[in-house]
């Protein structure tokens, strides 16, 4: 699982699976929230590249991380979303609460670095 | 054409993934477009998790799968045999949970209505819930 998460200029990137439900989300919410502690991240980043279902699940679990960052001054975005991704952050109002971009970008540059 | 399936599971997390997949199945007859399989399993998958999360909970269970079309009209019930609930209404308002502890979002219901044309709750404490979810397919296609 720990592939899962990448650390590039100051930014922690998590790989998010490709079907993201209520199985799954418990792991991910403890091992990311276990490498935010370990690694003092305050920039989050979730590339949802693989991405090709999410549920409620998904929703509750990405509003959590939101507000714990939140908490102690971080930031949340989501990158790299297909068009089924970008539906269910409208229907859920996700978007007003998470910055989305579509490209591999990140506001101050690219996730990469390049 | 007219067909019918019924599964029956164990309610566990695991067969989430395999409730969609097979409602997915099941209806790709219908030649339906991918957005429409992709509504049909995401409300699959709020009605099966809210089972298996509220209906039973902690507690060991069956939950059972039931679905039919004719022609482009679909129809699923997903129904289980738990804690049921009092207030119906009031657990389908959008962001109502009873279970805050575990994040849940409290999404579920207004999921199963914004990708379903049609979603009915029955439930009684003690005795369950069967949530009965209808949509139509290719109704875009007869529109243009």
Do not use: W
Request: with cysteine; glycine share 10%.
């Amino acid at each position: 699982m720990e592939d899962m998460f990448q650390f590039k200029n100051g930014y922690m990137i998590v790989e998010m699976p490709k079907e993201i439900d209520h199985h799954c989300t418990e792991e991910l919410r403890r091992e990311t929230d276990r490498m935010i502690e370990m690694h003092h991240v305050r920039k989050l980043v979730f590339d949802f590249s693989r991405t090709e279902f999410m549920d409620s699940s998904g929703i509750g679990m990405l509003i959590g991380r939101c507000k714990n960052l939140g908490y102690s001054g971080g930031s949340v975005q989501a990158v790299c979303l297909n068009d089924r991704m970008q539906k269910i952050f409208m229907v859920s109002g996700l978007h007003k609460l998470i910055p989305v971009t579509t490209e591999q970008e990140i506001a101050g540059g690219r996730v990469d670095g390049e | 054409m007219e067909n019918k399936m019924r599964l029956e599971f164990t309610a566990r997390s695991v067969n989430e993934g395999f409730a969609r997949v097979a409602v997915a199945g099941f209806f790709a007859q219908l030649n339906p477009t991918l957005d429409e399989i992709e509504d049909v399993k995401t409300a699959v998958s709020e009605a099966v998790t809210n089972a298996i999360i509220h209906g039973y909970g902690e507690k060991e269970g069956m939950v059972e799968l039931y679905c039919t079309y004719n022609g482009n009209h679909t129809e699923i019930i997903v129904e289980d045999k738990g804690v049921g609930m009092s207030d119906v209404p009031k657990c389908m308002e959008p962001f109502f949970t009873t279970k805050p502890e575990l994040e849940r979002s409290g999404m579920g219901f207004a999921f199963m209505e914004a990708f379903m044309d049609e979603v009915d709750v029955e439930s009684e404490p003690g005795k369950g819930t069967r949530v009965t979810m209808k949509k139509r397919f290719g109704e875009r296609k007869s529109e243009e």
